[in-house]
């Protein structure tokens, strides 16, 4: 496989690159070059800069506010966005269910929803995971049912990301509970204003507040705002959770972290010695940007052969990304703990960070690191754990 840019490839990266630079609001950047997150009014203030410029949903088709980018130019767009930093646009609405509506909703869902998508001025998250049903997705127990007009739905989301922003939630709802656990599931659009929702927060390990749970008492739903036809959301699932494990490979950040560990580690001494000129941390360092080498490859044959796929088949190879990458995000994290060294004890979460008076206990870089490092735990269990990304690799792959 030839890996070089061709010269309008070149070009593009050139005016990508340009273009963050200018564009991108400094406090912005600068909150993320510190491993810290972009607030609501950043990512807004970010998503509609990119959306006048175009580039709001680069890989959307182009009667839907996209590009009409090639493959190789979206990745590109993607690296870059990833290693200046700058924020990325809001996952749920743009790589999730935006795709779903425009390959499998109707045309007064595509008008509705799209353009708000496009602009955020509706924020999206993600109602698939329950308490008892997680990685086992299919054995959820929401429940939808049909009444006239409208659904009656009843039951709990957890791991919300970002719920306590978001406007909208799109859900995986049990409409059939006689039928097989997978072919009785469909997919709602639903209104988080509505009466008898009530969003809880969850504060994780890292002392962050990303992620809630949302419980549905007697909720009145259109029937207009389910995608694609009843009992058929399974697939619609898959679909998006193929598009979401792409994305969860999160080359560009990782390689934004290998190159952020060692400008740290080259002003880190131990004893006399640089800890960049240690042997074996070099090691270290070298197999990982091996490992992220074959990552890249691998994202852009999936990239590459995109095109060639059937309209709302999954990608088995999306698995790949999504272990592997979750695997060199950790890794990454963990060198960046070997960097800080002693200094990864003085711990604060990021709400404590932004209202603390006192200087910080060592470099100013040292203190979003274990934060990050505990937080990143989660990447190889959303988006699918481990262990049911390698059971479908088996049967989609192996034929197991």
Known sequence: ??????????????????????????????????????????????????????????????????????????????????????????????????????????????????????????????????PGAGSDLASLKTRAVH??????????????????????????????????KQQGISLLLIDLK????????????DGGHDINEV??????????????DENRGWDYAKFLLSNERVSLADVGASKERIRRIKNLAACQKVGDERLIDRADFREKVAALEVQLKALEITQLRVLANESKRRKGTLDPA????????????QATSELLMDVVGPYALPYHSEEELESRNEPPIGPDW???????YFNLRKV????????????????AILGF
């Open 1 to 130: 496989m030839d890996l070089s840019f061709t010269e309008d490839e070149l070009a593009f990266r050139d005016e990508v690159r340009a273009f963050f630079r200018i564009a991108l609001p400094a406090n912005i950047r600068n909150k993320l070059v510190a491993g810290r997150h972009p607030s609501k009014d950043d990512m807004v203030s970010w998503t509609r800069i990119l959306a006048e410029k175009g580039w709001g949903v680069p890989h959307w088709p182009v009667e839907h506010g996209g590009t009409g980018w090639s493959p190789v130019k979206q990745y590109i767009f993607t690296e870059e966005m990833s290693q200046t930093p700058a924020p990325a646009p809001l996952a749920f609405g743009v790589n999730m269910v935006g795709p779903v509506i425009y390959t499998f909703g109707n045309e007064e869902q595509k008008k509705r929803f799209l353009p708000r998508i496009v602009m955020l001025q509706d924020w999206w998250c993600q109602g698939f995971s329950e």
């Open 147 to 180: 009444a006239g007009d409208h659904y009656v739905v009843n039951g709990q989301k957890t791991w919300t990301t970002l719920a306590q922003y978001a406007n909208w939630i799109f859900c995986l709802v049990r409409t059939n509970p006689e039928a097989k």
């Open 194 to 205: 509505s009466p008898g929702i009530t969003v809880r927060p969850i504060q994780t390990i």
């Open 215 to 228: 419980f549905f008492d007697d909720v009145k739903v259109p029937v207009g705002n389910r995608v694609g």
């Open 318 to 329: 999306s698995s790949i990304l999504k272990i592997k990458g979750s695997e060199i995000q």
């Open 366 to 372: 040292a203190a979003p690191i274990a934060p990050s």
């Open 380 to 395: 190889s269990i959303y988006g699918g754990s481990t262990e049911i990304q390698k059971n479908i690799i088996a049967k």
